[in-house]
């Protein structure tokens, strides 16, 4: 898996910062130049298989105030709805409140 960096381009994709990783890939933040938003883009580390389609179709069938949107894929990346927020791992180590009234969970939770 070659190393990505900031500025590089996949497809309309900027890559603006990486977000996080974890044992299965990577989450970046960047910016679509078609639509001038900001999405997030992950990629699994291992080559490209059913398991980023399988998952692809799994996240497009949802449709949850609580589970990010997928707008693209491409062919080792998944292009998903950017969302502000805390880690999933920093959200679960806070008091316990109810979920609805935590701040919002980025694409990190994604690859724990």
């Not at 500025?7 to 960047?30: D, Q």
């Not at 679509?32 to 980023?52: G, I, M, Q, T």
């Not at 609805?100 to 990190?108: A, G, K, S």
């Amino acid at each position: 898996m070659a190393a990505w960096t900031s500025g590089a381009h996949l497809g309309p994709y900027v890559l603006l910062a990486p977000i996080g990783a974890g044992g299965m890939g990577e989450v970046w933040k960047a910016r679509d130049a078609r639509l001038e938003r900001v999405v997030a883009v992950k990629r699994l580390k291992e080559r490209p298989s059913a398991r980023l389609k399988q998952e692809a179709r799994a996240i497009a069938a949802l449709n949850h105030p609580h589970i990010c949107q997928i707008h693209d894929i491409g062919p080792d990346y998944l292009v998903l709805e950017y969302i502000e927020g805390q880690p999933l791992k920093a959200a679960l180590r806070t008091p316990a409140s109810p979920w609805d009234t935590r701040t919002p969970l980025c694409v990190e939770c994604v690859l724990s």
